[in-house]
């Protein structure tokens, strides 16, 4: 079965940095397209990134654009997020999803269970 | 990107059917059959209720259902059971490969 397993999260000052991972397993990783979306506490859902099945095309949501980096090792069957001079709104759930396809069109499927960034001094 | 719009809640008895919506510009939709409807339940992942506007993904109960007309797509639950409730999201692709999320409503069955 689908499994992602999120790692990384915890407790960063203001204008550090944090990489996030996502573990994938249970399915051909190299074939499907991944999202990263977070969660603020009691907020709503905001869709952040989606990077295509071979990791050359990537997209950002306007609010982390030139602060968040996605990749993927698809050897490794790996998603990660670079986040970098982060800002108290970064707080949130940061989960790492399957896009249905291998390119941007797919809405996320299958999610993992989160990890918890706070950005606090 | 703004979010999509959603009513932050709704309620229903069990047995009865509800409808929620979520509304954008033609930007967002975009022309685009792209949308896509979560469940959350408190402290729980979002799980996948219905993608490209009216498709079921396997084991989710027909009580589910979704529609679009416009700039306006829809989340019907019929026959409501104490279970289905729980925090419900809409998704739009808005083109140029970025997605956008309404914000939520909130289901209470009483």
């Known amino acids: 079965q689908v499994q992602l397993v999120e790692s990384g999260g915890g407790v960063v000052q203001p204008g550090r940095s944090l990489r996030l991972s996502c573990a994938a397993s249970g399915f051909t990783f190299s074939s499907y397209a991944m999202h990263w979306v977070r969660q603020a506490p009691g907020k709503g859902l905001e869709w952040v990134a989606i990077?295509?099945?071979?990791?050359?095309?990537?997209y950002y949501a306007d609010s982390v654009k030139g602060q968040f980096t996605i990749s993927r090792d698809n050897s490794k069957k790996m998603l990660y997020l670079q986040m970098n001079n982060l800002r108290g709104e970064d707080t949130a759930v940061y989960y790492c999803a399957r896009g249905m396809y291998s390119y941007g069109s797919g809405s996320p499927d299958y999610w993992g269970q989160g990890t918890l960034v706070t950005v606090s001094s | 990107q703004s979010a999509l719009t959603q009513p932050p809640s709704a309620s229903g008895s069990p047995g009865q059917s509800v409808t929620i919506s979520c509304t954008g510009t033609?930007?967002?939709?975009?022309?685009?059959?792209?949308v896509s409807w979560y469940q959350q339940h408190p402290g729980k992942a979002p799980k996948l209720m219905i993608f490209e506007v009216s498709k079921r993904p396997s084991g989710v109960p027909d009580r589910f259902s979704g529609s679009k007309s416009g700039n306006t797509a829809s989340l019907t639950v019929s026959g409501l059971q104490v279970e289905d409730e729980a925090d419900y999201y809409c998704i739009s692709y808005a083109g140029s490969n970025k997605w956008v999320f309404g914000g939520g409503t909130k289901l209470t069955v009483v």
């Open positions: 990077l295509s099945y071979d990791g050359g095309n990537k």
């Open positions: 033609s930007s967002d939709f975009g022309g685009y059959n792209y």
